[in-house]
């Protein structure tokens, strides 16, 4: 275990976790229509930090390989739209590019993972999770900005 390295990546995303408190939903997601699927709100703050210590562990164990700059790049893409979302949906209140946004995120966190997997499968396999919660996202953003086409 390279600590200094992990603690890096977990900085990353630390940051990235701090808009999401720093732009909270508030009154005006909570007024929103949502589907029933919607998951409570307790879930996100676990679900995120056990995600953000899987993905800085992932990203450490890459971090030591020779050869992992386009993985690591892609980890680092895929943390600068997870920074990006909270902002632009609860921020500026802006669903489509906040879409937009995660769809980008998607197509980076599923690069991630494949390219850490190729590298180390304890890596990628760390990703899965990561992937699923935001095809989830991905979802629940798409849902809420058709159910709710004045804040679109």
């Known amino acids: 275990m390279d600590w200094p390295l992990f603690l ?6 630390g940051a990235a976790g ?3 408190s720093m732009f909270e939903p508030g009154n005006w997601y909570r007024d929103l229509d949502k589907p029933v699927w ?3 709100g307790i879930v996100f703050p ?5 995600l953000y210590i899987a993905m800085a562990y992932a990203g450490m164990r890459i971090g030591l390989l020779d050869n992992s700059q386009q993985a690591l790049a892609f980890w680092a893409a895929q943390i600068a739209f997870n920074t990006l979302w909270s902002p632009v949906f609860f921020g500026l209140k802006r669903m489509r590019a906040a879409l937009v946004i995660v769809g980008f995120m998607w197509v980076f966190v599923a690069a991630t993972m494949v390219s850490f997997w190729a590298l180390d499968p304890i890596a ?5 999770p990561y992937l699923l919660w935001v095809t989830i996202a991905g979802a629940l953003n798409f849902s809420v900005m058709q159910r709710n086409p004045q804040y679109a």
């Open 46 to 50: 676990i679900v995120w930090i056990t």
């Open 38 to 40: 919607t998951p409570p």
């Open 18 to 20: 701090a808009t999401g």
């Open 8 to 13: 890096t990546f977990l900085a990353a995303c």
């Open 124 to 128: 990628g396999m760390l990703f899965a």
